[in-house]
């Protein structure tokens, strides 16, 4: 009998270790959660001014966000903050390029089209700026009039 309960505990140890080891944060799931968190961190740190401690998260962030897009690309949330967080980091040429991928995955995606309006209305193409505020007109969603405040003028956005 002290064998099987032995044997028994021992396969359970190996098991409990083997779905441990499974959920150590390196499958997407995971990436993408973490990345999202640091995000949701890094704006906190804008809005208190710590702008150093949220340009660290927006890298740590992207480089998440990077792997992830390699192992599973073309995702639109995935491109849609890979947008988000280069566009963050003063990179905008590659923001746009992510967006844009993301929009020929999921052309109404709500967040890529109100980033993606952001990004124009930072490197003054406000024309291309209403195009994607008309395509969030009927969402009835935050975004649009997020990205409307910002074309107007009455909101800033850093970047």
């Known amino acids: ?12 140890l190996i098991t409990t270790n083997i779905f441990a080891a ?3 944060g390196g499958d997407s799931k995971s990436k993408y ?3 999202v968190k ?19 998260n927006y890298e740590k962030a992207f480089k998440l966000l990077v792997k992830l897009n390699k192992e599973k ?8 903050y890979l947008g988000f967080t280069s566009r963050k980091l ?4 590659n923001g746009e390029k992510y967006y844009l991928q993301g929009l020929a995955i ?3 995606h709500i967040g890529i089209n109100e980033y993606l309006g952001e990004l124009y209305v930072a490197t003054n193409r406000v024309d291309l700026a209403k195009e994607r505020l008309e395509i969030l007109a009927n969402c009835n969603c935050k975004e649009y009039s997020e990205l409307k405040q910002i074309i107007d003028g009455t909101k800033k956005s850093k970047y």
């Not at 009998?1 to 396969?11: E, R």
């Not at 690309?73 to 849609?80: E, R, S």
């Not at 003063?90 to 040429?93: P, V």
């Open 33 to 35: 959660d973490q990345a």
């Open 38 to 56: 640091l995000i949701t961190a890094a704006k906190k740190n804008e809005k208190k001014g710590k702008e150093t401690k949220a340009q660290k």
């Open 106 to 108: 999921e052309p109404k």
């Open 90 to 93: 003063g990179d905008f040429k």
């Open 73 to 80: 690309p073309n995702k639109a949330d995935t491109l849609n």
């Open 22 to 24: 499974g959920s150590s």
């Open 1 to 12: 009998m002290k064998k099987i309960i032995t044997s028994f505990l021992i396969s359970l």
